[in-house]
């Protein structure tokens, strides 16, 4: 909402909520709930207050019980918060959503709906505006129920649909939205091919993938490595748009691409719409796994881009699991008369890298891009991968490699 006095847009004040279940405990709610602050955040909201309850299993009407849902109505309605949203931490059905914002009188967004919004946010070229475009209505097709505006007023090109025979409104808003949808996949089409060719006419040079869970680094270290800036924020989803880079290292090129993050309950039409950005990914002969070792849930963050990885492309391709951020890390010192066992957070770095990571060898590496530590480590681990792959296409290289590597 704009401050017409200011000429500023005034933040809305959020509420968030979200389950405890059988599948999920109070503290990993706690740090789902953080990550739904910090979305809500980069959305420009204002996180004031988080409701949790624990059910079984969510309420098929709406989502929290009765009496929860009656305690943040309470809250909502007393002036001095002015809440403008409630956002819950999972996705809302169609009748949930209708539920809810007939209860509460005020607008209510589900975690899928909210990374929509960001990524039209951060959606910068016609490409990735298509896609964030086609997810949209992909994800509003089935909650047309809840809609109170036509989609007449929303439809491009000049004219306007007529209305058959005994054709309800929510037919023809169907109808639209199924015309819009058709629209952008056709177009996204077009686009595939041109990058099918962009991608061809790069020939045969090794290609690397930056992978990870969003606001890992990234685009942080893609700018180290390439030594070109690459637009990166403190924000989740700083970048949608694939970047690609030549780059080299001592006197080896190759083709560095610094892709979308990851994240939990990352939208199936999100994956869908994205497929050719993700194509990237999919034709990547070496990925760079980049994780965030001083976030308290990092083990996780790992399982769900390997779950989504597998998701893009089932070839397993060699992988370099760079854990990042080591200036960020700290630990929790475990009491000396405390017998519990230790948690994640009492290891210190140096016991974490003894633990399973130890296993990986030379594929695994600790480092700080922002205080540039182990980046020439990195290099060198990049080096031997990259060309162990690229003597295999240019066999006639390798004579060079073995006689005139820069020392």
């Not at 503290?27 to 709930?33: D, K, P, S, T």
């Not at 041109?194 to 680094?217: D, E, I």
């Not at 990547?284 to 963050?301: K, R, Y």
């Amino acid at each position: 909402m704009k401050d017409f006095i200011t000429n500023e847009i005034k933040k809305e004040n959020a509420v968030l909520a979200g389950l405890i279940t059988p599948d999920q405990n109070e503290e990993r709610v706690n740090e789902y709930l953080d990550e739904l602050a910090f979305l809500a955040e980069t959305a420009g909201l204002i996180p004031i207050k988080r409701f949790v309850q624990r059910l079984d299993i969510p309420n098929t009407v709406t989502f929290v019980g009765s009496g929860k849902l009656q305690e943040i109505e309470n809250y909502v309605k007393e002036e001095e918060n002015e809440v403008g949203v409630v956002i819950f931490d999972d996705e809302l059905s169609a009748r949930q959503l209708r539920n809810i914002e007939k209860e509460l009188s005020i607008r209510i967004m589900d975690r899928t709906s909210l990374i929509l919004d960001i990524f039209a946010m951060r959606a910068q070229t016609a490409h990735a505006k298509a896609q964030v475009e086609l997810a949209q209505y992909q994800y509003l097709l089935p909650r047309l129920t809840r809609m109170w505006t036509h989609l007449e007023r929303q439809r491009g090109g000049g004219g306007t649909i007529m209305r058959g025979p005994g054709e309800t409104q929510l037919e023809t808003d169907r109808r639209i939205i199924l015309d819009k949808i058709a629209r952008l996949k056709q177009e996204l089409k077009d686009i595939d091919k041109q990058k099918t060719v962009q991608r061809k006419n790069r020939g045969k040079l090794v290609r690397v993938a930056l992978v990870g869970y969003t606001n890992v680094g990234k685009s942080t270290l893609m700018t180290l490595l390439s030594k070109s800036e690459v637009f990166a924020e403190n924000k989740l989803f700083a970048t949608l748009d694939t970047t690609v880079r030549k780059v080299t290292i001592e006197n080896l090129p190759f083709l560095l691409t610094d892709t979308v993050g990851f994240i939990r309950k990352l939208p199936t039409h999100l994956i869908e719409s994205f497929k050719s950005t993700l194509d990237e990914v999919r034709e990547a002969d070496i990925l760079i796994h980049i994780v965030d070792i001083s976030h308290p849930a990092f083990e996780e963050q790992i399982a769900i881009v390997e779950k989504t990885l597998f998701e893009i492309d089932e070839t397993e391709k060699p992988t370099i699991l760079v854990f990042n951020k080591i200036d960020a890390f700290s630990h929790v010192p475990k009491d000396e008369d405390d017998l519990t066992p230790k948690k994640r957070e009492n290891y210190t770095l140096d016991e974490l890298r003894q633990t399973w990571m130890q296993k990986m060898n030379e594929n695994c590496l600790f480092i700080s891009a922002k205080e540039k530590t182990n980046i020439d480590s990195l290099k060198e681990m990049i080096y031997d991968k990259v060309k162990e792959i690229h003597i295999t296409r240019f066999p006639y290289n390798d004579f060079l490699y073995q006689h005139y590597e820069v020392e």
